[in-house]
């Protein structure tokens, strides 16, 4: 009798530190899945749609998380990106610091692909003289970072419409 009073009580004990724990370990395992980052962390989302696939997009909205990226990412899902929406076209540069997987970049004006840079790798190195700039060779309005092979594996080509829906 004894040793079943002690289980239970082990056991509450560890649901009631299980509980106590829950916001920082929910925290922990979304911070894990590309959507979840929220507009309090400086992201917004979008969705971005080609004729046959979509993709779901994270939207950094502060200088922070604009220079950051998705650096230090080891995973980008098939349907996963980082989208830049401009108020003005212009030639905007990115950089490849601290980006661990490759990407393709697609270059978007007025709704359309413009141009698509592919299997973009990530730096050799740390040092700030190796990390690879991409810039596109005409005015954009947008900018999508997707996994490496996303433009070919969904047949994207310069001049597809795009639909970009933030929210």
């Not at 509980?19 to 929220?38: F, K, V």
């Not at 779901?56 to 200088?63: F, K, M, Q, S, V």
């Not at 076209?89 to 007025?110: A, C, H, S, T, V």
């Amino acid at each position: 009798m004894v040793g079943k009073a002690l289980a239970f009580v082990l056991a509450g004990a560890l649901l009631i530190f299980g509980l106590s724990l829950w916001p920082d370990a929910r925290g922990w395992l979304t911070e894990r899945r590309l959507g979840a980052p929220s507009v309090s962390q400086g992201y917004g989302h979008g969705t971005v749609t080609f004729a046959e696939t979509a993709v779901e997009a994270l939207i950094p909205l502060t200088p922070e998380r604009q220079a950051q990226g998705l650096a230090g990412r080891t995973r980008l899902g098939d349907g996963e990106g980082m989208l830049w929406v401009y108020g003005q076209p212009g030639y905007y540069r990115f950089w490849m610091k601290g980006m661990l997987i490759p990407i393709d970049i697609l270059w978007i004006q007025n709704q359309q692909v413009v141009e698509i840079s592919t299997n973009l790798p990530p730096p050799a190195t740390d040092q700030p003289a190796a990390w690879p700039t991409y810039q596109s060779q005409q005015p954009v309005n947008a900018v999508l970072e997707v996994a490496s092979g996303f433009a070919a594996r969904h047949r994207i080509a310069v001049g597809d419409q795009v639909d970009i829906d933030k929210r």
